[in-house]
């Protein structure tokens, strides 16, 4: 079932917007995982007491408090749901703290074996402030981590935050992370269709939807100069906006959002090698990679999904999106630029191509 992750720093908004998208029609069937039933405001939305850490809302939905382990409280709810102890529901949202890095909730979803069974990463959404998000972004490197892995992201308290800085903040947030959409809300009043459904599979068309995964088109309309071909990747294109001179208070300045793009099919094998040599070295800097490739002997495409140290298993995808069938994978990095990307793995893939190796299929080879 989707799962959707709500992120943000402290006082951001995130109980706000969660109050706001339990009132929808169509939010019955929602499993909510927060911290502490203390930390939101439900007691109006209460109908009544399940066990020490379930409720069940006037909405139809239910708030599970998950004070400790994820995994188990993922697993409890699921229990519950199958013996018939709580109503089922066909979504799970589950709300960060506003010191949160969400890389270890992603970790637990892409990894941990029932729950990767059970649950799927629909999308990462991000509350930002509008009259101290600069700020915090400043000052506090988790808001900017935060920022760089969502999906969506929310500038709320849109009311509070006059013109011009509602969009020095939303340039900000654009250069750090250019895929992801972004909407200015109010009271956390937005349509909860625009938040979900942001992952590789789409629901409401029972099919993949890589280019609204993907977006790598997004790069180019960014101008980031990191968006380039393996076979001319001398060439660099200039970014078409100015950036603020350096400073070492913005920790955004370390966070780098690129796509490479590969003309030649990729072998399996030369991939994962260099997989596995990023994730062991350079783990912590690689935030969050997404990417389809175009694999020797493969005909369709194949999906990948990386979240720092952790590679989902790749998914063969059912075709490709359109006529274009390059290999094109987006990175969010930390002090990791693109050229030492894109070369490792160019050069891998080359002498692969000379030994003339049979290359191998992601259900024959190596594994992620």
Not at 65 to 87: A, H, M, Q, W
Not at 143 to 148: E, G
Not at 195 to 223: C, I, R
């Amino acid at each position: 079932m989707a799962t959707t992750v709500i992120t943000g720093f402290l006082g951001s908004g995130k109980t706000t917007l969660l109050n706001a998208l339990l009132s929808h029609d169509g939010m019955d069937k929602t499993a909510v995982l927060i911290n502490e039933f203390g930390d939101i405001g439900l007691d109006h939305l209460l109908v009544r007491e399940v066990s020490e850490d379930v409720v069940l809302l006037n909405s139809g939905c239910i708030c599970c408090s998950v004070r400790g382990d994820l995994i188990s409280g993922l697993r409890d709810l699921f229990v519950k749901r199958t013996r018939g102890e709580v109503p089922a529901f066909d979504r799970v949202i589950i709300e960060t703290t506003g010191l949160a890095d969400p890389a270890p909730i992603l970790h637990t979803l892409m990894t941990d074996p029932l729950l990767t069974s059970k649950f799927r990463l629909d999308s990462v959404v991000t509350t930002v402030d509008a009259l101290h998000g600069e700020g915090q972004l400043d000052t506090h490197p988790e808001s900017v981590k935060q920022a760089a892995v969502a999906d969506r992201i929310l500038i709320t308290k849109s009311d509070l935050a006059d013109n011009a800085t509602r969009s020095s903040l939303e340039t900000r947030l654009r250069h750090l992370n250019p895929a992801a959409p972004i909407h200015v809300v109010s009271m956390g009043d937005i349509d909860p269709s625009k938040l979900f459904n942001a992952g590789l599979y789409d629901p409401t068309t029972k099919s993949m939807d890589v280019q609204k995964w993907l977006h790598d088109e997004a790069y180019e309309q960014h101008g980031d100069e990191s968006h380039e071909h393996e076979h001319d990747h001398k060439h660099d294109h200039e970014h078409s906006h100015n950036h603020p001179p350096h400073d070492v208070n913005r920790h955004d300045d370390h966070i780098r959002s690129f796509c490479i793009t590969f003309d030649e099919p990729l072998h399996w094998d030369a991939f994962v090698t260099w997989a596995e040599i990023f994730t062991q070295m350079r783990g912590e800097s690689l935030l969050r990679v997404k990417g389809i490739l175009n694999l020797v002997g493969e005909s369709n495409p194949v999906a990948i999904h990386a979240v720092q140290h952790v590679f989902h298993p790749p998914a063969t995808l059912p075709g490709w999106p359109d006529d274009d069938h390059r290999s094109k994978i987006v990175f969010i990095t930390k002090d990791l630029g693109p050229q030492v990307i894109r070369d490792s793995l160019y050069h891998l893939n080359a002498a692969a191509s000379e030994t003339a190796e049979t290359a191998t299929t992601p259900g024959h080879g190596k594994n992620l």
